[in-house]
Nanobody, 123 residues
């Protein structure tokens, strides 16, 4: 079992920055990849960014150059650093992890999900 605890959401103006955190606990040795998904009102859940245990990353096209997914292995924590935020980035952001890295990386979603944290980009 893996538990994911998210933090860092909030309200930010367009062009601003925000950093989300996701701390994993439990059977973390089983995690091969972690990532961030988001779901905006009336829209389907979509992959934002992911990182494998080997350090390989995958970003959605719409966040390339704006978002990064650094991690701190010592703290079992992955971050989503969001820069140059746009109103269309407004969504609930979910941390995701799983034992099969492809499920997380390509947008299917791994077995474990965080509770979600709201990010609102508005002036």
């Amino acid at each position: 079992q893996v538990q994911l605890v998210e933090s860092g959401g909030g309200l930010v103006q367009p062009g601003g920055s925000l950093r989300l955190s996701c701390a994993a606990s439990g059977s973390i040795f089983s995690i091969s990849a972690m990532g961030w998904y988001r779901r905006a009102p009336g829209k389907q859940r979509e992959l934002v960014a992911a990182i494998t245990s080997g350090g390989n990353t995958n970003y959605a096209d719409y966040v390339k150059g704006r978002f990064t997914i650094p991690r701190d292995n010592a703290k079992n924590t992955v971050y989503l650093q969001m820069n140059s935020l746009k109103p269309e980035d407004t969504a609930v952001y979910y941390c995701n992890a799983g034992p099969v890295h492809r499920s997380v990386v390509v947008g299917i979603g791994g077995l474990y999900w965080g509770q979600g944290t709201q990010v609102t980009v508005s002036s």
